[in-house]
């Protein structure tokens, strides 16, 4: 064998042992410190529930306190939810149920007509947090309305709006999480997003006016609902499918003049009209 030879098959030997070596007595070092690299879930107990009386309103506004505490990150994970329901027949006030431990995390103000719910994250995760990662997600912050005005802007990240069993004039959503509306009867209903790529779901709703702006919305799926008219806008390339019970008709606002919007139509009959 050539001296060349040995020499390169030693480095490789030796860079093999090292490694070999590293792994080993990596693996029987205390890590525990190295947690703060990943993520934990907490999840609160939703348990003792809570009814808040809300004032009178025409907006609400869902807004979070997030900021890094004591050198922990916490956020809200997608398994909270925003719900609202019908006021009961035997229910007068408009009422917020919250879980208990949520009470001392949780700033309900109303001003200029706007009525502002803001939670408290950062101390929120510092009270539950059990284990040393960096990064903290908090699940089981569910906020439960009995209102009958859906006015709503909610920037809690991550938090789902979910509205269901209500009969109004207008449901009006601006959202930084998911969207779905369930059983309701509306003359018109108006979802946005502040954040890219969220998802809609509408199911078992009647309603004569749907607005849709399609620039920030990853999903939308429309079920077993009846709408009038749809009135769609968008940037760049939208392709929708549309389906016989989603709308009767169609109109589209482009935002700019290279705007399209490619509709699809499953095998059912179908009259289109263009003006």
Known sequence: MRLTTKIILGIILSVFIISLTFIIGFSFTDRKNQKHSYSNVIDLPQGNMIGIELAAFKTILIDEIQLESNGYNYR???????????????????MLFIPGVLKEYIAVYTSDDTLTIKLNVPDLGEKFRTEAYRFQAISGVNLHFNISKLDIVSKAQSLSVNIKNIETDSIKVVSNGNIFIDSC?????????????????ISNCDVKRMNLDLDNIRNWNIENCNIEEEYMTGSKTHSITQNKNEASTINWNPKEKDAELNIKIQGEPAKIIIQ
């Open 185 to 201: 009867k509306v003359l018109c209903i108006e979802p946005q997003f502040l954040n890219n790529y969220r998802n809609l779901k």
């Open 76 to 94: 809200l994970s997608n398994k909270c939810n925003i719900i609202f329901d019908s006021i009961p027949a035997d229910s007068n006030p408009e």
